[in-house]
């Protein structure tokens, strides 16, 4: 989704937010853009569709002014107007003094603009950021207020979520950032700034930050910067953060595409989300301790999430109920927000989201607090909007995930809400502590994720054989179905080949009738009690003629028979079965897409993280 960087300080602009917006690119858009200003208040506009590599050519042609003392850069995902260059951002008012890029939607953009139109105010692109910054202009020019409360004043009218950073051609030694709903980052070193949608722009310059909450602006001027409220004219406290950060998060290394390393790092991240959280027979989840009398006494748990992460949800449904017997309601998070409730204050809400910063996650979670809910979020990134918003949380540290298909962070939640039902199960009596010991004992089944990855290549093969299919279906029961959803949604991603995960079972009432020689079947079949059922399933496909792909733990000669292709993976627990099954689809839709020669890391209308509703 929409990427924002800006740069305050006496460096050459441009390079810092052309690499600023490099580091964007794997959250998803369709147009790039770059003002920068220089000390006399020259502004200079520069935007392109397309990729930001066109934007750096343009600007390299064209010569990047280094007197510049201030900059702000974008890369647009459209929502209101189409992707082209007169929509993408910075965008200028009428009298060219006020610049500004956005990220979120201005829900109440018509009526603003009939209104500014009716002041005889043009127009020239089709988005609902140049209402905003027509209108922030509009309040300049009549005099009577300054550029901080021009900006202000125009926040208080605009309906929706935003982030912005303005600046303005009077004042070019000022730049104001603002945030209600998407976030923004500061970054502060000495004598410059640096503005984020998220850290990934800033983190490689300084680690100094401060995470914008909503309705709050940082005014800079000169080299001096206040916090201040969007409501009042009130300043608050700076709360300035250090953070660490690996830089090999955003190098792809050996690897040609982001998710193909981040596929391979999750024999680290995998035990990263577990290691320090267990003793031989207990699990330690400090983020949690606060309020885990409240937890431990709740009988109704809610998970909300969306996309994977909802995924990782149903699992933890299945373990929480397996293992500490409470019943667990799992709803995606859009319907969560509107739907009729049951939550209340003797209810547990789980946020799932590996970005902490989903839109619909995000109002989820402000409605089970308004509800009184106990919140807790399992989030990939610190600082986030949701780990702010959620009472308390588990961090699933597996770095920062850029592939914009998501796959070490679903591992790593499945890790966490493993961890988690085995704490409840344990803190409510229902579960042994010889059981709680054997479940515990990661040490060989952390080693069988390396055994997995070596199986690349035979995966490979497989996944080539089946790159022109057009329809798949993934077949899971138990707590492999949202493994096959899993599956499919990856290949839908980033192969863009349609593809459907259901029950095993559930696939005779209905989408056995798309079944034809041409159609290859995922089976995801653990040696476990679901086994013969499966292969039941499995016979009525072949019966049908389908393609059969098998995933499974057993080595029986039956499945040899009935499989055109087999995927054997080592015995494991019922839990660690998921993830290795998981890591085996995760390569093949990844090889699929690779077949296809398509741009595995940012597959065409997607975003990394969906900050709109
Ligand atoms: C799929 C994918 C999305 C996200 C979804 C939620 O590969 O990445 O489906 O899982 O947009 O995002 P988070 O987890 O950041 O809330």
Redesign the pocket.
Known sequence: MCGIVAYKGQKNCYPILINGLKKLEYRGYDSAGVACITEQGKITVTKRSGKVKQLEDVLKKHGMNKKCIGGIAHTRWATHGRPNQINAHPHIDESATIVLVHNGIIENYDPIKKFLKSKKVKFKSETDTEVLVQLIGYFYKKGKLNFEQSVRAALQRVDGAYAIVVLNKDEPDSMIAARKGSPLALGINEKEFFVGSDISPIISHTQQIIYLEDSQMAVIKNDNYEIKSIDKDISLPKIVEKIDYKIDDYDKGKFKFFMHKEIHEQVDTISNSIIGRTTEHNVILNGLLEYWSQIEASDKIFIT??????HAGLIGKNLIERFAKVPVHVEYASEFRYNRTLVDNKSVVIA???????AD?LAAIKKANDYGAITIGIC?VAGSS?SRETDCGVFTRCGHEIG????K??TAQISILYLFALKLASSRKQISKSAMTAHLDFSSSLRKVRSVLRKENEIKKIALKYKNASDFLYLGRGLNFPVALEGA??LK?ISYIHAEGYPAAEMKHGPIALVDKNMPNVFIVPKDMTYEKIISNIEEIRSRKGKIIIITDSKEKILKDLAHDLIIIPKTNHYMFCVLATIVLQLFAYYIAVGKKLNVDQPRN?A???TVE
């Open positions: 999430a969306c996309g994977t992460s909802w799932i989201s590996q970005s902490g910063e989903t996650t990939n949701i914009v298909a998501s796959t962070a679903f949604l990856k991603e997607l990394k993280s969906v």
